[in-house]
Nanobody, 117 residues
Framework: QVQLVESGGGLVQPGGSLRLSCAASGRILRIYTMGWYRQAPGKQRELVAHIRSGGSTNYADSVKGRFTISRDNAKNTVYLQMNSLKPEDTAVYYC???????????WGQGTQVTVSS
């Protein structure tokens, strides 16, 4: 059984920083693409960033230059460093792991990020 457990969310002031972590247990192999998604109230879930097994990354335009995704394959962990946070970044952030062929797709339970003064 695969589990993804997010941590690191919380309340931060505009302009502040947070680092989210997602620890994967079970058989999450290094070939999986790992990603972060977010869902704000009343909105659809959207991709924030993802990182492929080889290290290539992709970011939503709204977070480019502010967020950085990284992975530590030895620890089966993916991170999202979030800087210069804005109120519009407020959402529940979800970790995702997907097989390159799309055959297996896993989600974490989500962690709340609130950006407010």
């Amino acid at each position: 059984q695969v589990q993804l457990v997010e941590s690191g969310g919380g309340l931060v002031q505009p302009g502040g920083s947070l680092r989210l972590s997602c620890a994967a247990s079970g058989r999450i192999l290094r070939i999986y693409t790992m990603g972060w998604y977010r869902q704000a109230p009343g909105k659809q879930r959207e991709l924030v960033a993802h990182i492929r097994s080889g290290g290539s990354t992709n970011y939503a335009d709204s977070v480019k230059g502010r967020f950085t995704i990284s992975r530590d394959n030895a620890k089966n962990t993916v991170y999202l460093q979030m800087n210069s946070l804005k109120p519009e970044d407020t959402a529940v952030y979800y970790c995702n792991a997907i097989h390159p062929f799309g055959t297996n797709d896993y989600w974490g339970q989500g962690t709340q990020v609130t950006v407010s003064s």
